[in-house]
T-cell receptor, first 112, second 113 residues
Framework: KAGVTQTPRYLIKTRGQQVTLSCSPI?????VSWYQQTPGQGLQFLFE???????NKGNFPGRFSGRQFSNSRSEMNVSTLELGDSALYLC???????????FGPGTRLTVT | QQQVKQSPQSLIVQKGGISIINCAYE??????FPWYQQFPGKGPALLIA?????SEKKEGRFTISFNKSAKQFSLHIMDSQPGDSATYFC????????????FGTGTRLKVLA
């Protein structure tokens, strides 16, 4: 069974631009969560989608948004990029609440 | 109350030794406790997980010990190998239908050959 895939793997953007990251969950998994990983803050929860609905949201500004499609694929968008948004963005999928969460390889975003 | 505190921040162990990483939580609603292993440039990979109804779970060289009354759990890596050198994260998941995971801050393990 294929794992969680994320595209693109690497991205370089300029301050003020916006970016869209994509995540395809494991087949049969209906929940997708997004995390931001930085050396200083560790893994921080961004939001979680289940059946196209956002069920949970972390403490991030409104510049961070996401959505999920009917095939469970998810996208996250960051608008008006700031230098501090440079991070590894990880997507994880889960079949059901409290079950194993599987991560993709991440998208490394660099904001210059 | 939502935090998971992980220690130590870094750990150096000789090959063949035992690596021990500890985590503590406060929210008794947590009902699932996984450990993840992450190599540089990769996403975290699920290593082993435990639920509060058992006190210990072993998979190969990896063991989770769980102390519900103390609200602590730990990862033991027996016969540590250089290939185990990675960053380890503990996590806890909330009950009641949410998929939100709370992660510890990570432990960077280095196993010396």
């Amino acid at each position: 069974k294929a794992g969680v895939t994320q595209t693109p793997r690497y991205l370089i953007k300029t301050r003020g631009q916006q970016v869209t990251l994509s995540c395809s969950p494991i087949s049969g998994h209906r929940s997708v969560s997004w995390y931001q990983q930085t050396p200083g803050q560790g893994l921080q929860f961004l939001f979680e989608y289940f059946s196209e609905t956002q069920r949970n949201k972390g403490n991030f500004p409104g510049r961070f948004s996401g959505r999920q499609f009917s095939n469970s694929r998810s996208e996250m968008n960051v608008s008006t990029l700031e230098l501090g948004d440079s991070a590894l963005y990880l997507c994880a999928s889960t079949r059901r609440a409290g079950a194993e969460q599987y991560f993709g390889p991440g998208t490394r975003l660099t904001v210059t | 109350q939502q935090q998971v505190k992980q220690s130590p921040q870094s750990l150096i162990v000789q090959k063949g030794g035992i690596s021990i990483i500890n985590c503590a939580y406060e929210n008794t609603a947590f009902d699932y406790f996984p450990w993840y292993q992450q190599f540089p440039g990769k996403g975290p990979a699920l290593l082993i997980a435990i639920r509060p109804d058992v006190s210990e779970k072993k998979e190969g060289r990896f063991t989770i010990s769980f102390n519900k009354s103390a609200k602590q759990f730990s990862l033991h890596i027996m016969d540590s190998q250089p290939g185990d050198s990675a960053t380890y994260f503990c996590a806890a998941s909330l009950a009641s239908g949410t998929y939100k995971y709370i992660f510890g801050t990570g432990t960077r393990l280095k196993v010396l050959a």
